[in-house]
């Protein structure tokens, strides 16, 4: 299994934080009811023994112990100390922690932003199921940039999800499968304002999980490819990834990753808010001040965005045109 390092920055990378980790938890331990450290585990946990002192060497078979998670074990640890010792200062304050240990735990309430940050954590929860649980057609990580990117400043991607639902409502009936594949592609479960079945395609993945047949992907896929625009060099465009463990509480899941060009009017709407302030000079002091810092950043930053808006313009202009299939390589007998 892959290991990933998960870095959360600020407040709202701490509070995804939170509603991932907790819903990560969820799934190894219905999965996982013998509470054996195993691989899927491993991907994110470390397994230590806090019985000897400090947090202990890593165990790497048998009953959990305690989980730590990977590369961020130190960090913790670092913390723990501070605490046990009494002397934070004004190096943690005791209301933003976030790790929990015996003795140090602080009693997570619920936040204002769970329900929208609990849809993100199940985002995340999809895109790692391939690295952390097995299945007959996993998919690596790498793969999706790989598969998905054709042009290296066009890697921006549009997510879909369905079933789509909060933390609270996590026992909505699951939808037939069909439908879920239908969904994944409607206006509705897009994770951003945007609408791609109206949009060109470059290329687009689906992560499903659950008990689904490959039978079923391409099925689907057949059922779905007239209604969608594809650029004409990638018709088959397609990536899938099949996982065979559900989300908690659902039979099958589907994550969709779309590089389309439906993004474009984000980073219109993005560049007209900001030439809005900038025309006035608004805020800039703020930027200016600090060292290496210029006007001309600015200029440059609305110059490469101007650059990418004309390239999705350039790629829309092509939508509906003939199918030209690329040259092959001619063989000489």
């Not at 870095?7 to 009811?33: T, Y």
């Not at 996590?170 to 951003?192: E, G, Y």
């Not at 006007?295 to 990418?308: G, M, N, T």
């Amino acid at each position: 299994m892959a290991q990933s390092v998960v870095v959360q920055v600020g407040q709202c990378g701490n509070q995804v934080g939170c509603r991932f980790w907790d819903l990560a938890l969820r799934e190894h331990a219905a999965v996982n009811k013998n509470g054996i450290y195993d691989e899927a585990l491993s991907s994110f946990f470390r397994n230590v023994d806090t019985r000897s002192d400090g947090d202990g060497p890593g165990i790497y078979k048998g009953k959990i112990c305690s989980l730590k998670a990977r590369s961020l074990f130190d960090i913790v640890n670092k913390i723990h100390q501070m605490i046990s010792s009494g002397k934070l200062g004004s190096t943690v304050k005791q209301n933003s922690l976030v790790t929990s240990s015996a003795g140090s735990a602080r009693t997570v309430q619920e936040k204002p932003f769970d329900a929208m940050n609990n849809i993100v954590a199940n985002l995340l929860l999809n895109l790692t199921s391939s690295a952390r649980f097995e299945g007959s057609l996993n998919m690596d990580l790498n793969e999706i940039s790989m598969n998905l990117v054709p042009f290296p400043r066009l890697h921006y991607l549009v997510s879909s999800l369905t079933p789509l639902y909060t933390l609270a409502d996590v026992n909505v009936p699951s939808r037939r499968l069909d439908q879920m594949f239908s969904d994944a592609f409607s206006r509705d479960h897009q994770l951003i304002q945007a609408d791609p079945k109206h949009s060109l395609y470059l290329a687009c993945a689906l992560l499903v999980r659950g008990n689904v047949q490959v039978s079923d992907l391409r099925r689907n896929i057949e059922r779905l490819k007239p209604s969608l625009h594809f650029v004409s060099w990638n018709q088959e465009g397609w990536k899938t990834g099949l996982c065979s463990v559900p989300p908690v509480g659902h039979s099958h899941s589907l994550l969709a990753l779309a590089n389309n060009t439906c993004v474009k009017p984000t980073f219109t709407a993005l560049k007209d808010r900001f030439m809005k302030l900038y025309k006035k000079k608004a805020h800039l002091h703020h930027y200016l001040h600090i060292d290496g810092m210029e006007q001309s950043c600015f200029s440059e930053a609305i110059s490469s965005l101007s650059d990418l808006i004309e390239e999705y313009n350039e790629l829309d202009a092509t939508k509906g045109g003939p199918r030209t299939d690329p040259s092959r390589l001619q063989i000489a007998l």
